[in-house]
């Protein structure tokens, strides 16, 4: 897949997602934190918009070669990027929270953005990863499957609408914590 994404752009999209927040955590600002967490966090959003109400209806309307042209450059690059963005995005927000001293009483929403997290990832790295690894694999076959591979998106498009709510839902969480709840 990295040679499919091309070597310089996968070894970019894993480092720079997972050195932002250790870079911010180990200055010790809580402005650099914040910032951090809130690129990465926008960035991951605005993918999960832009993929679920935008690309997925578009892929799902092109013809079989279109989508497959669109996908070997589409699907490894989102792939090796998102799931590193989404550990960034989370591991940057349980920094922040201790930075803040939020962990010596956790608050409702704090134990609900963890719990909305944790299920983000788990999503991401579970069935959103082999819907994606899975229309790789058709997309490098010799002989692509075009109805399973429009099976695969479709499921990976339904599946990022959960994950958009699930993101509504963690800004929520996160008003929560701003408001002291």
């Known amino acids: 897949m990295a040679d499919a994404a091309s070597r310089p752009f996968a070894a970019g999209a894993v480092a720079v997602p997972l050195v932002l927040p250790v870079v911010g955590y180990l200055s010790g600002d809580v402005r650099v934190m914040f910032a951090v967490h809130l690129f990465l966090g926008a960035f991951w959003f605005g993918t999960a918009v832009l993929g679920a109400v935008v690309l997925g209806p578009v892929m799902g309307s092109l013809s079989e070669g279109a989508n497959v042209e669109f996908a070997k450059g589409f699907v490894p690059r989102m792939n090796l990027l998102m799931e590193p963005v989404s550990v960034g995005v989370v591991g940057s927000g349980i920094g922040l929270a201790a930075m803040m001293g939020l962990w010596a ?52 498009g339904m599946l990022s609408l959960v994950e958009l709510v699930l993101m509504i839902a963690i800004v929520g969480t996160m008003v929560g914590l701003r408001w002291g709840v």
């Open 105 to 156: 009483s956790p608050s409702p929403s704090l134990w609900a953005a963890l719990a909305i997290a944790t299920a983000l990832l788990v999503l991401g790295f579970g069935p959103l990863h082999s819907f994606t690894a899975g229309m790789f694999d058709e997309i490098a076959a010799q002989d692509t499957d075009h109805e399973r591979l429009a099976e695969l998106n479709k499921k990976y």
